[in-house]
């Protein structure tokens, strides 16, 4: 079947194909509507059947050593970033219809998301996750002081992973996850993005399509609190546990439906920070080079990533965050210009900024709303959430004045100087934070650390033990 369907004169409709468990189920029976552009694209019907393994069946992977898994997951990433891979490539072209992001860094970060299926990153991942990775391949013999012995394993979950639809590098790093822990694997796709983790689940059919791995996975796509469906699917007869990703409407839907022996294991939805001490504003030279490093972190992902900064609480007088304010305008213009991105602001933000620039004795604004960067200065935090390469820094006279507004909500928190760090780690994990990093640093991370304050392969398997008693 074509990527695309003639529904009316001029106009094509976009086809999202399903992945069922090695199987590509192509259809246009629902048309659906993506979430940030209102663009339709159309898909099969879900065959509940087909996506839904029956809990007789030992999981496919429950037996396959760790390390073939992992090779066939490195094997996998180099065929996602070969230039005759047909499936990556009609997933960007399609992707380029119902995404907001313009094409060039969608294509920079499907390519960059390959780098995760790594031997060592992905080693790491589990050594990290597990102090004996034995019990992802065996039942591990365990003793206690008593002289109780007993067996303990990791065993393979079944796992829903709602997925969000910001970046592709989650679908990667979602699938080899799943794989990891031996899972049964269903993927709900985004309405943004329908395509990229079918485009991996073929590549890795192409490579054998009767591998244990392409046997535990299925991708298919649904709207967001569609009873009909999740009703369905939603239940611990099938599955243990739902893996969500998303903002706080997702979250809230899927949470209806927990209950004994249906757990969630969440991404909530977050919001990161800088946090600037008077030592980046001491001459012209560094103002330029912090704001600069602030930039980076702000545009990460042009401001789609849950690390991406949105609030600045920068540490000066008026005047000296003024300074800083303004080249940290420069620098958000100059890496927007570079990404292509020109999304004016949406209408809420638009009229929100336009008043906050009739009152020049509480705020400073620096750009305007036509999305080619924007920087608002305040006392305190604006009321709404800055997106679309907006920064709102927030001046304050101490930098233990910005600790307040840390809450369970708070991811990544850039910092400078880096020295001054170690002084305010505890104050923000107590607050709630989750990760503190040196300005600039907001997008990499160290390999095999938490993610949202857990470790998440820890959480998505099924820990089962065999106690055999006593010795006699």
Sequence with gaps: MNSVTQVAENEELVSAPFFLRGEVLHGTDVIQTSRDLGVTFATPRIPFDRAVPPRT??????????????????????????????????????????????????????????????????????????????????????????????????????????????????????????????????????????FTTVAILRTMADIDANHPIVRSMSAVYWRGGDDATERVL???????????????????????????????????????????GREGLVDEATVDRVADLCSTDVMTLNQEACVASRFQFVEGSEEEVDRFCERLHHHIARRAAESGDVRPLDRDMREAV??????????????????????????????????????????????????KWINVATQTVGFYPFDRMADYRDRLAAGGAQRVV??????????????????PLHRFVHWMAHEDGKPD
């Excluded at 949470?255 to 600037?276: E, R």
């Excluded at 036509?370 to 200065?377: E, N, Q, S, T």
């Excluded at 991370?445 to 470790?455: C, E, F, K, R, V």
């Design 57 to 194: 069946e030992v999981p496919p992977l429950l037996n396959v050593p760790l390390a073939e898994i992992i090779d066939f997951l490195v094997e996998t990433g180099q065929r996602l970033i070969a230039p005759d891979n047909d499936h990556m490539q009609e997933c960007i072209e399609r992707m380029c219809r119902t995404h907001i992001l313009p094409r060039a860094v969608v294509e920079n970060t499907a390519r960059h998301a390959a780098a995760y299926l790594d031997k060592r990153v992905l080693m790491a991942e589990v050594e990290q996750n597990f102090p004996d990775p034995r019990a992802l391949d065996e039942w591990v013999p365990k003793q206690d002081f008593t002289g109780r012995k007993s067996f303990v394993r990791a065993f393979a979950p079944r796992l829903i992973h709602v997925l969000p639809g910001n970046s592709p590098g989650v679908a990667v790093k979602s699938v080899a996850q799943g794989s990891m822990v031996k899972g049964v694997n269903l993927f709900k796709m985004s309405s943004a993005d329908p």
């Design 354 to 403: 336009d008043t906050m620039t009739l009152m020049d004795d509480e705020y400073g604004v620096w750009g305007r709303t036509d999305g080619k960067g924007l920087v608002i200065r305040s006392e305190e935090p604006v009321d709404f959430h800055p997106i679309n390469k907006t920064a709102n820094v927030v001046r304050v006279d101490s930098l233990d004045e910005a600790v």
């Design 438 to 455: 040196h300005l600039g640093e907001a997008g990499p991370s160290t390999i095999g650390n938490p993610h949202d304050a857990m470790y």
């Design 234 to 276: 939603y239940r611990p007869q099938y599955f243990d546990k739902i893996v969500a990703w998303g903002g706080g409407d997702a979250i809230n839907n899927v949470i209806k439906y927990l209950g004994p022996g249906f757990q969630l294991v969440s991404f909530d939805p977050k919001t990161s920070i800088s946090m600037v």
